[in-house]
Every structure is written in C-alpha cells, then in structure tokens.
C-alpha cells in the first residue's frame, strides 16, 4: 500500500502564525484530500486536491503528484485551528484512502 | 443538509458480547466506509461499499468484524464477540464517486470501550 510521512509530527504555533504542514506518499495517487481533527474528535474534509492548488479562506493546499507531496498553509492562525491535520491520499480505482500519522497543531493566544 | 449519522456515540459493553454500531450516509452519496481509529495505529479502513457492495475488506481485523448494507441509506458494522482489543472509535465516512468530487465526509464518530 501507499506509504504516507506527514511532518512535522508537532507543531506549536503563536496566534497570528503562518505554517506550512507537508504531506510526502511513497507512490503516484490520483485522489488526495486533507482532513482537520478537532479537539472533541470531529474530522472535517478541508480539501480535494488530487494536483494543483486550492485556498478556502486562511488555508490553502498544493499537491505535486509528480513529485509525490502536498502542503497546507494555514495563514494567520487562531486558536480553532488546533487540533490533528492529516492528509489521505488514494490511488485505487475507487475511493480509497490511506490516511498518514497526522501533524499535531497547537495555537496558543 | 444532515451529515453522515453514526449511532450510538459511545458503547461500553463486556468482553464476548455483540456490539453493532449502525450509519447513515449523506442522502445521494454511493461510496460508504468504516474507518478505527486509534492511539496505536491511528486511522484505519476496515471496509467499503460501492452501491451497497462490499468492494474492499482487506482492513477488517478478522472474523469477529462483518459489515452489511442492505440499502443506500443504512450500514452496520458488528463485532461478534467483542474484545478488549477492539476499544476504539468508529467513523463511518461517505462520498460520491468518480466524476464529481470525491470528497470523504465523516459522522461524529463511535467511541467503543470493550471492558
């Protein structure tokens, strides 16, 4: 299967903060999307971005397919960004994920 | 719009008894997965269905774990007997498919204590 580093692990953050969280998979996918983890455990869907680039407000991602990363920006931090960012690429016909060990992200007041 | 609807939030049974925790995709949604995550080996896939077929069950851990979906609006996943072990939550996850987004949209999740 897809083997999936996501770094860094931790990450602490001033409020105000800009952060770049990268996402490296051991193989070529067509599907690519990141996940945020809230503290009461909730996963919300930030993006679908199997290659390119996309903004939704104060974070953005690149997915370079071809050289096998992506990144998010998260621009401006508040503090309801802590929680777990993981990224889940795919390659298989269908929808299949497999989800990487996550960056903890912490942002302090 | 209601999101994905998982049931109960939180079980906690003892070891040998049946546990079956039940989902209900977004309405128009054809992909449904079952997803464990814990501490240890973070978020796995158990299992998914594609028009209510079971397509890949390669994560299920063993015999004790079976899904069904008997219709597009309704999936179970019930372990039989329960173990220690299985203590985790349980996210039930559904998408369209291919050709529109693919995006993966999560319920609350099941949190399972096994005693």
């Known amino acids: 299967g897809i083997q999936v580093e996501q770094s860094p692990p931790d990450l602490i953050l001033q409020e105000g903060a800009n952060s770049t969280l990268r996402c490296n998979f051991s193989?070529?996918?067509?599907?690519l999307q990141w996940f945020h983890q809230n503290p009461w455990g909730q996963l919300i869907n930030l993006f679908y971005?199997?290659?390119g680039t996309k903004q939704n407000g104060r974070l953005s991602a690149t997915t370079v397919a071809t050289e096998r990363y992506s990144l998010l920006y998260i621009s401006s931090s508040q503090t309801t960004d802590s929680g777990v960012y993981f990224c889940?690429?795919?390659?298989?016909?269908?929808?299949?994920?497999?989800f990487g060990g996550g960056t903890r992200v912490l942002v302090k007041p | 719009d209601a999101g994905v609807i998982q049931s109960p939030r939180h079980e906690v049974t003892e070891m040998g008894q049946e546990v079956t925790l039940r989902c209900k995709p977004i309405?128009?949604?054809?992909?449904l997965f079952w997803y464990r995550q814990t501490m240890m080996r973070g978020l796995e896939l158990l299992i998914y269905?594609?028009?209510?077929?079971?397509?890949?069950d390669s994560g299920m851990p063993e015999d004790r774990f079976s899904a069904k979906m008997p219709n597009a609006s309704f999936s179970t996943l019930k372990i039989q007997p329960s173990e220690p072990r299985d203590s985790a939550v349980y996210f039930c996850?559904?998408?369209?498919?291919?050709?529109?987004?693919?995006?993966?949209?999560f319920g609350p999740g099941t949190r399972l204590t096994v005693l």
């Open positions: 269905f594609n028009n209510n077929v079971p397509i890949d």
């Open positions: 309405s128009g949604h054809d992909y």
């Open positions: 996850a559904s998408s369209f498919s291919s050709g529109r987004s693919l995006r993966q949209f």
């Open positions: 971005i199997p290659s």
């Open positions: 889940a690429p795919g390659k298989a016909a269908g929808n299949k994920l497999t």
């Open positions: 193989d070529s996918v067509n599907n």
